[in-house]
């Protein structure tokens, strides 16, 4: 007989972008397991991208336990007849300083809304939990943040039932990349510690996405955290096959912030457009999701303009095809505290593509090691423009070579899944 385990998540189909395919992933290849799990997911969610392709990805017999949700933000854009630009993921902003609005959103997502924004489903959501847990038994028990609120939901229940729990840690909590933008108080500050050291401390079980990260929260919690990291699924790459063409073609698929704007990139780019006629005659920088109006003034500043194309949002499935195509991919790290712990989840769906990838960003971070492990490319620091034009020479020569090692097999879905169903049968053992 199969065992159950209830999943708290906030991001679910047809919610988009990256937040949505860790769980997606895992749900699915848990069905295969001895593992059947049960989705508690908001009813009426405001994501920030809409991606209804995902819903054919969720298994037809989930059972799912949906509870209504309060959503500040919506609410606020509806009585000032707005929207919340500032508050979204990644803090992009156009090229225009932040607005008296928004700034006072940001301080208010900051300062008021503690832990974030979904502050306001952590009572309803864990009222249903427990009234579905009297006529319903579970084994086991996970939550996954951001929105850190879903630890706070599982806290709860934990609280009540003793029901085994592994808090699932996809991004920091107190060093989150944009809290210096939310102007928090040190009050707020002392608020998030206390709850996250709280959920470390009393968590079953604990894991996160990189290694760093993982050493961090060991710290705290005073045990061992399990990393699980994100990944890609075998299956979105099995029918489809790399796709040559003549163009120097770089490509960044995701969110592109102010804090990863590489300006010695564009700085290299520019010299091999004059330089080099191929680059000049054939290259092309195709940016794809959310990009920073500072990063879209970067390029246009070192007359890269006319070598642009940039589309701000893609389906995933279509995001795959267009990844296939490039010569080199690139990933760019934040240039933040969390920079040595930061493995951004499209690492390894470029690895799968075998196409090159060039990463800007710490040579000693976790991402690096990912890409240097997998023989994938090179992570080349911040200011070093010669390394980095010297990269793309190199890996415009070799093309795409890379194959389906066993390293890289070691991050599909369905492999990290049998690593999760460890972490549970481990948690669970009476």
């Not at 969610?45 to 949906?66: G, Q, S």
């Not at 990349?177 to 401390?201: Q, T, Y």
């Not at 770089?250 to 080099?276: C, M, Q």
């Not at 991402?367 to 010297?390: P, Y």
Request: charged share 25%; with cysteine.
């Amino acid at each position: 007989m199969k065992k159950k385990v209830l999943i708290i998540v906030y991001y679910w189909p047809p919610s988009g972008g990256g937040g949505v395919q860790r769980w997606l992933k895992f749900v699915k290849y848990l069905k295969q397991t001895n593992w059947e799990p049960v989705l508690v997911i908001p009813e009426n969610a405001d994501y920030p991208i809409y991606d209804d392709a995902l819903l054919a990805e969720v298994p037809n017999d989930l059972e799912v336990l949906r509870v209504p949700i309060f959503e500040p933000f919506r609410a606020l854009r509806k009585i000032m007849g707005k929207g919340d630009a500032g508050i979204s993921a990644g803090f992009i902003q156009s090229n225009k300083a932040p607005t008296m609005t928004e700034k006072i959103m940001a301080w208010g997502r900051g300062n008021l809304l503690v832990p974030d924004a979904r502050k306001f489903w952590i009572s309803p959501a864990t009222r249903a939990i427990l009234s579905y847990l009297k006529s319903n038994e579970i084994d086991a028990m996970i939550s996954s943040g951001p929105p850190h609120s879903m630890h706070l939901i599982a806290r709860n229940v934990h609280r009540k039932t003793q029901i085994p729990w592994l808090a699932d840690f996809r991004d920091p909590w107190v060093n989150m990349d944009n809290a210096d933008k939310f102007r928090m108080s040190a009050r707020a500050k002392r608020k998030h510690e206390r709850l996250e050291r709280e959920v470390l401390k009393l968590a079953t079980s604990v894991d996160t996405v990189s290694w760093h990260l993982s050493k961090q929260y060991e710290a705290i919690r005073g045990k061992s955290v399990h990393v699980l990291t994100n990944g890609f699924d075998h299956v979105d790459f099995l029918d489809r096959p790399s796709q040559e063409n003549e163009d120097i073609l770089l490509g960044h698929y995701g969110t592109f912030g102010d804090d990863r704007n590489p300006i010695a990139l564009w700085k290299a780019l520019s010299e091999l457009v004059e330089e080099d006629e191929p680059w000049k005659n054939r290259m092309k920088i195709r940016l794809v999701g959310p990009t920073d109006g500072a990063v879209l003034a970067s390029i246009k500043e070192h007359n890269l303009e006319t070598y642009l194309e940039y589309t701000p949002y893609v389906k995933h499935n279509e995001v795959l095809d267009l990844m296939m195509q490039n010569q080199i991919l690139l990933v760019i790290l934040n240039q933040n505290a969390n920079e040595e712990g930061r493995v951004t989840g499209k690492i390894f769906e470029y690895v799968a593509t075998g196409n090159q990838v060039l990463g800007i960003g710490s040579p000693t971070s976790d991402c690096a090691k990912v890409i240097e492990t997998t023989h994938a490319g090179e992570m080349v620091s911040f200011t070093n423009k010669e390394r980095i034009k010297s990269a793309l020479l190199t890996m415009q020569e070799k093309g795409r070579e890379q194959p389906l090692n066993n390293t890289v097999m070691g991050y599909s879905r369905q492999n990290l899944t049998h690593e999760l169903v460890q972490i549970l049968d481990e948690m669970t053992i009476k």
